[in-house]
Each structure stands twice: as structure tokens, then as C-alpha cells.
């Protein structure tokens, strides 16, 4: 019993010789050389698939491990770089050469800079300010502290101060409540005009007039 | 890189064996090696023998296979498992072509025109080619495809189903459309008697 199958395939027969006697289509054959590189070529595009699927450090190792002369040159081509970097930064200088300079936020001042040259490793620079006076300023505020101190210490101001505290001595009970306060004054004499009251002052004034 | 010669003894499964095993290129090689010529000529045909082309996809085809070869456990021929990666590519291919080349009967008739008496077989022969080459590239595409894969390669219909994935009746059906199409080609080409072709259609 013939198939359907087998029918079309006797009919189809003269068609299919016909075509087997005309050859392959497309069937030129590259050149020779073509079939010895074409595996080549594969497998390179392989490899650099696999390269491009690893990491990078796994990717520089190899690089590395296959090219150490290279590898080496380029290192050392970096480490020169950053040297020389480091040797020619501008901003980079020594410690001892530093001087920090905090400007005046009002007026000018003189600036005063003091550096640790011997200890390199000391605490930070300090650095110290005082305002710009004339020679002559400064002259006379050396005297009048002198001659305010040495009133301070006379026997002259101690009695006045002790007249001034019997003239404002408050009630006993006034007293009982300010003993603290009164304690703490004793302790702290004078040492400044800036720590006087308003009629002490006009007391060193009167006996520095007195006293010239 | 190195051809190990004795991995060529070895067959398809064996080969792949080893490449589950680690040896991957060593083995790979060698399965390039055995196939290349195959993939490379079914490519050609499929890219209407632009050379370039078929080269392109034939190596896209083993790189592709070579990732993919891991996972592959045997259910298929080896040739056509990478059959139907070539085929991927070339489908990838034309989609990026969009256009496929045309070529005109002109260079076919002008072959004969300019042939020599003393290669005069060896002309006919080459003009027929051509006839048919034109004739192939004129099919639909299944139909295309199917003639190529069973007339060319070889492959049988159930292999075609498992590539393609159409049914094995359905590739029958297409592939005597297209034989029967290239016999009207070659017909009007004067290379098949009329009385024959008329007798074909007569039986259909």
C-alpha cells in the first residue's frame, strides 16, 4: 500500500534530480586560509567573552600574572608619578614653617606669631594679638598702672577704704544676710581699674592728683 | 591555544563529557573544528551566499554555543542543537538586515553569454545553480527553510520539527510547496521537460 507521503515524494523525484545535478547552492569554497583561522578566531572571541564576564580585580590579576614585565613598568611608572607629585605639591611644606594668621575682625593689629621651631610635634601655634598703640600711649599707661598700683598697696588708700566701708556698714541684720557676699569682697582686692566700683575709682583719682 | 589531536577520535557526546568535566577548551576546539564547515555552508545558504554574513553568524553560532554548552544535556543531536543556534542567529541577523539582498537574473544569464565551449558542462551546470539559487531566495520563508534543512543539510523532518517547532506534517506540507515551486522555476528556465511539469500539476 503506497502513502500519500511516499506519492508526493516519486513525484517530487525528477525535481530533486535536477537540482542534486546543478550542485550546492552557495557552495564556493572560501579561501584555504579561511577554514585554519576561523577556529582561531573563535576561540578568541570565546576567551575575550570570558575576560569580559569576570570581575575586574580577577581581570588585573591576570593582566598581572601574564604580563609581569609590563606590569612592572607600569607600576613603577605610577609610584614615580606620585612621587613626584608629592615633591613638587605647593602646598605641600614643613611643619615648622607654618604661620597661622587669624586677622583682626574690627581694626588692624599688630600680630604676634610664635612657633615651635625646636619641637615640631608641640601643641598647635598660639597665636597672640594686641591692638596697635603709639609709643607714647603705651608710655603713659605704663606709669599711670604703675602709680595705680602703688596707691593700691599705700597705707593712705587702705584708711580710706576702711572710712568708705564704716560710712556704708548696713544693719545687723543686713549684715547677717550679706556675710557671704561681704567675705568674698575681702578676698578679692583690687588688682585692676576694671574690677573697681564707680566711687573707688573717683578715690585712686582724687589721691593720684593729690599725689602729683 | 592547543588542539589536543586525540580529541578527535572522540564522538559528539564524548567531547561534550569532557567540556562538563572542565576541559572546556580543549574540547570546544575540536567540535568547532568538526563543525564548522557544516554550520558555516548552512549559514551561507540561509544568508543567500553573502560570504561576510555567513562567516558572522557562523562564529556568533560556536561563541553562543560555547555558553550555552554547559547546560546542554543531550536531549538533541550536538549538530542540531548548533543548527538551531544558527539558525537564532541568522534570524537575528536578518531582522537587523531588514532588507535581504536580491539578487537579479542578469549575472546568470550573462554567465552563459560569456561562457567557454571547452567548460561548456561544467557552465550549464553553474547557470542551473544559479537558477536555483534564485529560485530559493523567491520561496516564503518556512518553505525556505524547510528545503534547506532537509534537502541541503539533510536533517530529518523530526529534527526540522524540533528546531523550528512546527509539526512534522505542516514541514511536509512545506517543503513539497517548495520543490514543487523551484521545478516551476527551473522549468521556465527551460531545465525541466514541459510535458513533465505539466503532468505534475495535473497530478496534484
Known amino acids: 500500500m503506497i502513502t500519500q507521503e511516499e506519492k508526493d515524494d516519486e513525484r517530487l523525484l525528477p525535481i530533486l534530480r535536477e537540482i542534486s545535478k546543478a550542485g550546492t547552492p552557495y557552495g564556493e569554497e572560501p579561501d584555504p586560509r579561511y577554514w585554519s583561522n576561523f577556529r582561531v578566531r573563535v576561540m578568541e572571541r570565546v576567551e575575550a567573552a570570558e575576560i569580559r564576564r569576570q570581575p575586574l580585580a580577577s581581570r588585573l590579576w591576570q593582566w598581572i600574572t601574564e604580563r609581569p614585565l609590563r606590569a612592572g613598568a607600569v607600576g613603577f611608572s605610577m609610584a614615580a608619578l606620585v612621587l613626584a607629585g608629592v615633591l613638587t605639591n605647593p602646598f605641600a611644606t614643613s611643619q615648622k614653617d607654618v604661620a597661622i594668621v587669624q586677622p583682626a575682625p574690627q581694626m588692624h593689629h599688630d600680630t604676634v606669631v610664635t612657633t615651635p621651631a625646636a619641637k615640631p610635634l608641640a601643641l598647635p601655634e598660639h597665636v597672640i594679638t594686641k591692638p596697635s598703640i603709639d609709643v607714647a600711649d603705651q608710655q603713659q599707661i605704663a606709669s599711670t598702672n604703675r602709680a595705680v598700683t602703688k596707691m593700691l598697696h599705700s597705707k593712705e588708700y587702705a584708711a580710706h577704704l576702711q572710712h568708705a566701708a564704716d560710712a556704708s556698714k548696713p544693719s545687723m541684720a543686713e549684715a547677717d544676710q550679706s556675710v557671704s557676699t561681704v567675705t568674698a569682697s575681702a578676698s578679692d582686692l583690687p588688682v585692676s581699674l576694671n574690677e573697681l566700683t564707680e566711687s573707688q575709682l573717683e578715690s585712686v583719682l582724687h589721691s593720684l592728683e593729690q599725689n602729683k | ?204
Open chain 2, 1 to 204: 591555544m592547543a588542539f589536543h589531536q586525540e580529541y578527535l577520535l572522540l564522538t559528539d557526546e564524548e567531547l561534550v563529557a569532557l567540556f562538563h568535566k572542565g576541559e572546556r577548551h580543549g574540547s570546544f576546539t575540536v567540535i568547532v573544528e568538526r563543525y564548522q564547515k557544516r554550520i558555516y555552508f548552512a549559514a551561507r545558504r540561509m544568508m543567500d551566499g553573502d560570504h561576510d554574513e555567513a562567516d558572522e553568524v557562523a562564529q556568533d553560532t560556536f561563541v553562543k554555543a560555547y555558553e550555552a554548552l554547559e547546560g546542554f544535556r543531550g536531549e538533541a543531536k550536538l549538530y542540531t542543537w548548533l543548527y538551531r543556534i544558527m539558525m537564532n542567529a541568522v534570524i537575528q541577523r536578518s531582522r537587523k538586515k531588514k532588507s535581504r539582498r536580491t539578487v537579479g537574473l542578469e549575472g546568470v544569464e550573462n554567465t552563459v553569454e560569456t561562457g567557454e565551449i571547452s567548460a561548456h558542462d561544467q557552465l550549464v551546470q553553474r547557470e542551473t545553480t544559479k537558477i536555483i539559487e534564485k529560485a530559493i531566495e523567491t520561496l516564503p520563508p518556512k518553505q525556505r527553510e524547510v528545503f534547506l534543512m532537509r534537502f541541503y543539510d539533510e536533517l530529518p523532518y523530526e529534527e526540522i520539527a524540533n528546531i523550528s517547532g512546527t509539526s512534522v506534517g505542516g514541514l511536509k506540507a512545506n517543503y513539497f510547496h517548495a520543490v514543487k515551486k523551484i521545478g516551476e522555476y527551473l522549468h521556465q528556465y527551460g531545465k525541466i521537460a514541459p510535458e513533465f511539469m505539466a503532468s505534475f500539476n495535473a497530478s496534484v
